[in-house]
């Protein structure tokens, strides 16, 4: 399956559920809410894919030993390209246990209460430094559990956060945090498209 018919075929049926649940599909609980599925990797990037809009160049299983991972986290790193512009890889982070990322962070970084959908979440923004230092967006969200952390670097951060490209990635990356189907359980929806990822788009961790 062509990744943009994977991604017409994710939002076609977010679509429905979104009818069923009364969630519109731009809303961060768009999936379904009840875990259905066991989660994987594949199944945190489909929700991503689907909160974000983008096809993915590669996406890739994080491995056990993954400096962001812990005993009890699994993660999947995905990469965009745009053509003539620079490449954004966005880490999905799902654990048992509390990142505590926000908690660091906060005091030198600009954050943002984004929780939502019965989910406590904080984004936070770590600004660009021209020509040195893109800057990175990440939001870290706890819900029952489960603990998400997202973490996106790709396009230039400035102090505002006001540029078309980053307030585009944020939006995506609060609502796959406070997404109830982001976890070890997930949406049938969501474990159906990350099984249907392409052979040459999914990279199994060697």
Known sequence: ??????????????????????????????????????????????????????????????????????????????????????????????????????ERACSDDQCDDVGSGGAQAMLIWSVGTPEEDPGVVTAEAHRGEVYVLIRSDGPFVPAGHDTPEVERLADAVVATANDPAVGFTTSRTYAEAGRALPDDVWRATR
């Open 1 to 102: 399956m062509a990744l943009s018919a994977l991604r017409v075929r994710v939002a076609g049926l977010i679509v429905l559920l979104a009818g069923v649940t009364g969630c519109g599909a731009g809303e961060a609980q768009v999936s379904t809410g009840t875990g259905v599925a066991a989660g994987s990797p594949r199944a945190l990037a489909a929700a991503f894919i689907a909160h974000y809009g983008e096809d993915p160049a590669t996406v890739e299983p994080m491995p056990p030993d993954a400096v962001d991972l812990n005993e009890s986290a699994m993660g999947v790193v995905l990469e965009f390209r745009e053509r003539g512009g620079p490449r954004t890889y966005v880490r999905v982070i799902v654990s048992r246990h509390p990142f505590d990322v926000a």
